[in-house]
């Protein structure tokens, strides 16, 4: 789908020819992840969870963008390996474990771990970060649905980028 659009694109001189294949992984990406989301908020419904799928995803996503993490071989996999994982978050979920203050406080450490190791290696992005952070640790502290999820992000996002930086 993605290819022919972006052929139609060149058909009509909107792109060009020679842009192509970079409009071509833009669109693949774009329809990739939206699939991925459109997958996670349907777990998260099944789960009776879109709260925390929701949660999950704020949480997520800027630190997932900002640290980086471990990626898949090919889309498939990524895609398949995803899914189980955050059906795994959603049952531990269900369950209550990311609820006990001893991991909230062990998962800010983490995301402090985190924080300074990319402010340390990237300045560019060091004052957004740091706003990020703040917003972050005070919605938690004050809403319990996102700290269950700020909880899990956190544990995810730092297992892959633990997992990228030992497999290569």
Do not use: W
């Not at 995301?111 to 290696?121: A, E, F, G, M, P």
Request: aromatic share 18%.
């Amino acid at each position: 789908m993605a290819f022919k659009l972006s052929k139609t694109l060149v058909d009509y001189n909107v792109i060009l020819e020679e842009d192509k294949e970079i409009y071509d992984y833009g669109l693949f990406v774009l329809i990739f992840n939206f699939l991925c989301l459109a997958s996670m908020f349907f777990l998260g419904y099944l789960c009776q969870q879109i709260g925390f799928t929701i949660g999950f995803l704020l949480f997520y996503l800027p630190n997932r963008t900002i640290v980086g993490g471990y990626h898949c071989k090919t889309p498939k996999t990524c895609y398949m390996l995803f899914n189980l994982i955050f059906m795994l978050i959603l049952v531990c979920n269900k369950l209550g474990m990311f609820n006990s203050f001893p991991i909230y406080i062990f998962s800010i450490l983490i995301y402090i771990i985190y924080l300074v190791s990319v402010l340390t290696h990237d300045n560019k992005h060091g004052k957004i970060i740091l706003i990020i952070f703040t917003i972050f640790i005070i919605a938690t502290g004050l809403i319990d649905i996102l700290r269950s999820a700020f909880v899990s992000s956190v544990l995810l996002n730092s297992f892959l980028y633990n997992i990228s930086r030992h497999i290569k």
